[in-house]
Each structure stands twice: as C-alpha cells, then as structure tokens.
C-alpha cells in the first residue's frame, strides 16, 4: 500500500493564479481531509469528506474548493492563489470502521504564493 | 475557542531522561479521543498515541504513554528514556464523535530538544 500520496511537494504560484492540489489514497477509507499547517498555528482543518460526492468545510475553507468524485482521491483547488494562502498542506485519511482509527497523513505540499 | 491547548512551545531534555509533554482539551462531548502526533524536521506526520474517552487505562506504545486525566480534561504525553530522535514537534489532537468526517482539532506543538 502507498498509504496517501500528495502531488507535487513543492509549488510556487503567482498572486492570481489557480492551481489543484491532489490527493490520493489505496486504504479504501471512507474519510478524508485537507488541513493547512502554519507557523505556531499547528494544523488546522480545510474541508472533509466522509464519502464519496459528499463534502463539508473545516474551519478555514476560504479560497478553497474541494471535490470527491471517488472514494481514493480528494483534491484541493486554489481558485485564486493569495499570499496568505503560503503553508504547508496536508491530505489525510481515516476509516469509519473505528473511531479510535488513527488519521493517515499525506507527506505535505509546500506553497508559496508571490 | 481553542479545543486543544498546549503551554509548553518549546522543551529541553537530556537524553535518556523522561519528559512529559502538557495539553489539555474542551469539548462537551461524552465520546471523543485523543492523539500524539509526532512531526521531525523531515515535515511528516507520524502517529504515536490514541486515548478514548472511555478508556479506563492509560494507553501505552513502547516509550510513549498517556497520562489521561478525564475530569481535568489533560492529555499529557510521557516519553520516557528521551533519543536523541526525539527531537521534534509533537502535536497533540482531539476527534469528537459530534464532529463529522472524524477530523482532528490540533494543538499548537510542543517543540522537543533532546540533548547528549
């Protein structure tokens, strides 16, 4: 298994410019979530997913829409890249089959917005 | 308002000696659980712990254990005979069975220096 998987690791937008982040996952979980980690702030929740064709906002969704057309993939698409939008993303999964179920992470996309 | 809260943004321990790292939580749910995270200078997240709400032992992995004290609503994390690999951030996390999707609210880190 290749557990979560995130393209590309690094990227640099342009103010303006519009981009997808992806996201994969081969576990066959039904959960999955897009959080932005910044400096002192830790990580903090985008958008979520508890299966396929089904989305909800996190505590940041602004400037981010999402997507889940399959239960492996959920990208992340910036419609307008601003600099605050600089972090660094991850994509995670879990399984509804036990709560206590650790959340799997993706090894990070690293933006930067000029 | 904060879910997770972690006082402590930066600790040093000499290695082999054992150090505990502080969170508290807020929720009202009856059902929840809570999470270590460990993050290297490499950036991947790496699980350590899981404790649930209804768990009446304190979980243990190998070096790491939780110190669950529910009525205070702390989650502390023992590591105990530090490595120099312990250097790190370590994040502490809370899912609630209210909370849809089964997303995580994280703490702020705890940034850990294990030194020789």
């Known amino acids: 298994n290749a557990g979560v998987t995130q393209t590309p690791k690094f990227q640099v937008l342009k103010t303006g410019q519009s981009m997808t982040l992806q996201c994969a996952q081969d576990?066959?979980?039904?959960?999955m979530s897009w959080y932005r980690q910044d400096p002192g702030m830790g990580l903090r929740l985008i958008h979520y997913?508890?299966?396929?064709?089904?989305?909800d906002q996190g505590e940041v969704p602004n400037g981010y829409n999402v997507s889940r057309s399959t239960t492996e993939d959920f990208p992340l698409r910036l419609l307008s890249a601003a600099p605050s939008q600089t972090s660094v993303y991850f994509c995670?999964?879990?399984?509804?089959?036990?709560?206590?179920?650790?959340?799997?992470f993706g090894p990070g996309t690293r933006l930067t917005v000029t | 308002a904060q879910k997770i809260t972690q006082t402590q943004p930066g600790m040093f321990v000499q290695e082999k000696e054992a150090v505990t790292l502080d969170c508290t939580y807020d929720t009202s749910d009856q059902s929840y659980g809570l999470f270590w995270y460990k993050q290297p200078s490499s950036g991947e997240m790496i699980f350590l712990i899981y404790q649930g709400s209804y768990d009446e032992q304190n979980a243990t992995e190998g070096r790491y254990s939780l110190n669950f004290q529910k009525a205070r609503k702390s989650a502390n994390l023992v590591i105990s005979a530090s490595q120099l690999g312990d250097s790190a951030m370590y994040f502490c996390?809370?899912?609630?069975?209210?909370?849809?999707?089964?997303?995580?609210?994280f703490g702020k880190g705890t940034s850990l220096l294990v030194t020789p």
């Open positions: 576990m066959n979980h039904e959960y």
């Open positions: 997913s508890v299966g396929a064709g089904i989305t």
């Open positions: 996390a809370m899912r609630e069975l209210s909370n849809s999707g089964y997303a995580l609210n």
């Open positions: 995670a999964s879990s399984s509804r089959r036990r709560f206590g179920y650790e959340q799997y």
